[in-house]
Nanobody, 116 residues
Framework: QVQFVESGGGLVQSGGSLRLSCVLR????????MGWYRQAPGKDREYVAR???????MYRTGVEGRFTISRDNAKDTVFLQMDNLKPEDTAVYYC??????????WGRGTQVTVSS
């Protein structure tokens, strides 16, 4: 059974940093493209960043230069380093495979709150 376990969220002031982690259980990690997603209150879930098995990365406009996605294939873990956080980054953050397809399993996510 595929399971994503996210952690590392919290409450920070604007301009602060957080590092999120996500462990994938029950599936092949090293060759999978992994993504981070977020959902703010009252909004749809949106893509944030992705990293391929070979390490190639992509980011949504607005986070590039502030967020860095990375992975540790030995630990089946994907990370999201978030710097210079802004109040509009406040959301529940999730990881999953990329791209998203119908019927995918989602974890509980980790809450990130940025105060102004």
């Amino acid at each position: 059974q595929v399971q994503f376990v996210e952690s590392g969220g919290g409450l920070v002031q604007s301009g602060g940093s957080l590092r999120l982690s996500c462990v994938l259980r029950g599936s092949t990690f090293s060759t999978s493209t992994m993504g981070w997603y977020r959902q703010a209150p009252g909004k749809d879930r949106e893509y944030v960043a992705r990293i391929a098995g070979n390490g190639n990365t992509m980011y949504r406009t607005g986070v590039e230069g502030r967020f860095t996605i990375s992975r540790d294939n030995a630990k089946d873990t994907v990370f999201l380093q978030m710097d210079n956080l802004k109040p509009e980054d406040t959301a529940v953050y999730y990881c999953n495979f990329a791209p998203v397809t119908d019927g995918m399993t989602w974890g509980r996510g980790t809450q990130v709150t940025v105060s102004s």
